[in-house]
């Protein structure tokens, strides 16, 4: 067990829907991380947030947005959804800002939100 | 961008030693070297992390070398359980600010 929570573990929709992915950190973890991974894909990452702010932001979708909130549980928001979302969403957490240009934060993952898209 | 270039794929049997290498050519100098390993459905977990030469913990250990433009990852006597992708992450950084760049993994399949 990680520490991290993502909620929920399972999520079936159709597509034009919009859901909502959320990640618990862990504690005193800063930072949170989202990643999309396909079937029998990579880690995809997609944005970090630390502290509540945007920190860097990487292959995200325009219908894809993401805030972290003053108890740093984050959400992910996927809107307009299509059949390729349908993926495995993890968020993970470190302690400092994996960006600031020093250590490279080990990062914990959660156990992710497998998306379906119908 | 740091990227980094892995084997997609190796074999293995138990009992045999494991190095998986990670080229990544455009390291930064405050880049560290992390390795993952992820199970299917399941988060990736850190194995280890270095920055120069050679770092060893109780699961592997991680050579780089003096230039770091790559990085090898050893498990000693692999088991059945050792069946998983492992990634090879690099930080970067630019003048936007630094992304995280995962390989595409290499999938290790250990067998009896």
């Known amino acids: 067990d990680s520490g991290v929570t993502q909620t929920p573990k399972h999520l079936i929709t159709a597509t034009g829907q919009r859901v909502t992915l959320r990640c618990s950190p862990r504690?005193?973890?800063?930072?949170v991380y989202w990643y999309q991974q396909s079937l029998d894909q990579g880690l995809q990452f997609l944005i970090q947030y630390y502290n509540g702010e945007e920190r860097a932001k990487g292959n995200i979708l325009e219908r894809f947005s993401a805030q972290q909130f003053p108890d740093l549980h984050s959400e992910l928001n996927l809107s307009s959804l299509e059949l390729g979302d349908s993926a495995l969403y993890f968020c993970a957490s470190s302690v400092a800002d994996s960006f600031d240009g020093t250590i490279t934060d080990t990062q914990y993952f959660g156990p992710g939100t497998r998306l379906t898209v119908l | 961008l740091a990227k980094t270039t892995q084997p997609i794929s190796m074999d293995s049997y138990e009992g045999q030693e494991v190095n998986i290498t990670c080229s990544h050519n455009n390291i930064a100098t405050n880049d560290y070297i992390t390795w993952y390993q992820q199970f299917p459905s399941q988060g990736p977990r850190f194995i280890i992390q270095g920055y120069k030469t050679k770092v060893t913990n109780e699961v592997a250990s991680l050579f780089i070398p003096a230039d770091r433009k790559s990085s090898t990852l050893s498990l000693p006597r692999v088991s059945l359980s050792d069946t998983a992708v492992y990634y090879c992450l690099v930080g970067d950084m630019d003048n936007a600010g630094n992304m995280l760049t995962f390989g595409g993994g290499t999938r290790l399949m250990v067998k009896p």
């Open positions: 504690s005193g973890d800063l930072s």
